[in-house]
C-alpha cells in the first residue's frame, strides 16, 4: 500500500494513475476527496491522518502545512518505511527564501525512514494561471518575459515519484534529484507554445515586477513572493540548468513543454 498525498493536484493525480494501472494499492488522500480508496484530510492536522496511514509501506509527501515532524511520526508509527517528499529546486539554491520546505526535507532526513527527496523545478502546470485569460482574449501576462527556466513536466515528476516508490528501497534511498524540463523555456516562448496547441496566437503581455508581486502577495506569504520573483527574473546558473536526473531515474528524457501544452489545451479553449 502507497499514500499518496494532494492527491487531486497537478503531480498526485497522475500518480495515483500510475500506482492503479500497475496495479498497486493506494491511498489517495486530499483535503476534499471521496471515493473508493480515498481518504479526506488535510496534512495541517497530522493526527487526522492515522486512518490514511494504517497499513502502508510508504508514503508520497507534499509540503503542505507547518508540522512535518509530526506528520512522519504519525506514518511510522503506523507502519511506514518509506517516504519520497516533494520539494522544490530553491530549497537547494535559495535556502533563506525556501526556509518552509527546507524544514520539511531536514523532517524527512531525520525521520528514520528510507527517504528520497524531489526538487521540482517550476511546473509546467503553472500555466494553468493563464486558462482563464487565454481562453477570454488570448492573451497571457508574466513578468521576465524572456528570461528561461527549465520547467519540468508534472507527468513527469510523477513518473519519478513512481519509480522511487516502486523500486527496491536502496536503489534511492539517501538521493535527492533535482528535476527539471529538456531546456530552458521562457514566458513568452511557453505562451507561443499554447497559441500553436490551439491553432490561435496568444499575445503575451510582460508584466512589471511590481505588478507581478502584487498579485502574487494576494495569495503568496511575502517570503515567498520575493524568493518566487528573485528565482524568475535572475535566475543562478544552477537554476537554469538542465538536470540529468528525470533521465538518470527513468531513462528517457524529460518531455517539453509544447508536448504538455497540446495534452491540456482544452483548458485554454
Request: glycine share 10%; hydrophobic share 45%.
Amino acid at each position: 500500500m502507497i499514500v499518496v498525498t494532494g492527491a487531486t493536484g497537478n503531480v498526485g493525480r497522475t500518480l495515483v494513475r500510475i500506482l492503479t494501472e500497475d496495479q498497486v494499492p493506494v491511498t489517495a488522500v486530499a483535503r476534499h476527496i471521496s471515493g473508493p480508496g480515498t481518504v479526506a484530510a488535510d496534512l495541517a492536522e497530522p493526527d487526522g491522518l492515522r486512518g490514511a496511514f494504517e497499513g502502508a509501506e510508504a508514503l508520497f509527501l507534499l509540503v503542505a502545512g507547518e508540522r512535518p515532524y509530526d506528520i512522519l511520526d504519525v506514518a511510522r508509527s503506523a507502519g511506514v518505511r518509506k517516504v519520497v517528499l516533494l520539494s522544490s529546486q530553491g530549497a537547494g539554491t535559495r535556502p533563506e527564501a525556501y526556509a518552509h520546505p527546507r524544514r520539511f526535507e531536514a523532517a524527512v532526513r531525520e525521520s528514520g525512514l528510507d527517504w528520497t527527496i524531489l526538487r521540482s523545478g517550476g511546473l509546467d502546470s503553472n500555466a494553468f494561471a493563464w486558462a482563464e485569460s487565454i481562453r477570454a482574449g488570448r492573451t497571457a501576462a508574466a513578468p521576465f518575459g524572456d528570461v528561461g527556466l527549465p520547467f519540468v513536466d508534472p507527468d513527469d515528476v510523477a513518473a519519478v515519484a513512481a519509480a522511487v516508490l516502486l523500486t527496491d528501497a536502496s536503489t534511492h534511498t539517501g538521493a535527492t534529484y533535482t528535476l527539471t524540463g529538456p531546456a530552458p523555456t521562457t514566458p513568452r516562448a511557453r505562451a507561443a507554445a499554447i497559441g500553436a496547441a490551439l491553432g490561435e496566437p496568444v499575445t503575451f503581455a510582460e508584466q512589471t515586477r511590481a505588478e507581478a508581486h502584487e498579485l502574487m502577495a494576494r495569495f503568496m506569504p511575502l517570503p515567498v513572493v520575493e524568493g518566487t520573483l528573485a528565482l524568475l527574473g535572475g535566475p543562478t546558473e544552477e537554476e537554469q540548468r538542465v538536470s540529468p536526473d528525470v533521465e538518470r531515474v527513468l531513462g528517457r528524457a524529460p518531455g517539453a513543454f509544447a508536448g504538455w501544452a497540446e495534452r491540456n489545451v482544452v483548458a485554454f479553449r
